[in-house]
């Protein structure tokens, strides 16, 4: 059965830590792995990754994918408490007309001043 | 900037009643999907459509319908309510898949409450 996996469940850091966050899949047709945040509403689009771009950057956020591992990591420096979310991560795992995403269970991620 | 919208963010609905969730997309998407969201089991897919009148079972479908007439219109249909229904909803929509990129567009979600 297809399944992506996510740890920790939940994490408490101060402002100024740094964490990372775990992503591991099991999937039958790997095409691309995806993070996203989710506050209180919409999860919102950060990073893709493929076996052609398997470490993406944004300001404090990076994101590496190992393929061999079939995992990835999200990295977060100098934590904000805008940082405060349920963080997703999703495999496309190909197949089909339409391109399905697995989703984990999430991250909720609480970042105290 | 994509949008996609959905007709509530916040219902109320007895036991045994018909309840409709529309979500509505602005960007000419062909891939459409609804999910739902609770603790610790994270977005479970329900039912998606990759095209006008198409439509496919998800991973939870039972107790659920959907209809999509119009390519920019995804509903969800419970024809029945019940309490193991309460949950967070949420619509999103993709393009056809292109060369590696099928990110997924979300709604603000739904939460839905069955007394």
């Known amino acids: 059965e297809d399944k992506v996996v996510q740890s920790p469940l939940s994490l408490v850091v101060h402002e100024g830590d740094t964490v990372t966050l775990n992503c591991s899949y099991e999937?039958?047709?790997?095409?691309?792995l995806l993070w996203y945040k989710q506050e209180k509403k919409a999860p919102t689009f950060l990073f893709m990754l493929t076996s052609s771009g398997i470490e993406k950057k944004s300001g404090r956020l990076s994101s590496i994918l190992d393929k061999k591992e079939l995992s990835s990591i999200l990295n977060i420096t100098a934590t904000q408490t805008g940082d405060s979310a349920i963080y997703l991560c999703a495999v496309d795992n190909y197949g089909g007309a339409t391109n399905k995403l697995i989703f984990g269970t999430g991250t909720l991620l609480a970042v105290q001043p | 900037d994509v949008k996609v919208t959905q007709s509530s963010r916040y219902l109320v609905k007895r036991t045994g009643e018909k309840v409709f969730l529309e979500c509505v997309q602005d960007m000419d998407h062909e891939n459409m999907f609804w999910y739902r969201q609770d603790p610790g089991l994270g977005l479970r897919l329900i039912y998606f459509?990759?095209?006008?009148?198409?439509?496919e079972k998800g991973d939870i479908p039972e107790g659920y319908s959907v209809s999509r007439e119009k390519k920019e219109r995804f509903s969800l249909i419970l024809e029945s309510a019940s309490t193991n229904q309460t949950s967070m909803y949420l619509c999103a929509s993709s393009l056809r898949r292109l060369a590696g990129f099928n990110e997924q567009f979300f709604g603000p979600g739904t939460r839905l409450t069955v007394l």
């Open positions: 459509s990759y095209d006008v009148k198409m439509k």
């Open positions: 999937v039958t047709n790997f095409r691309s």
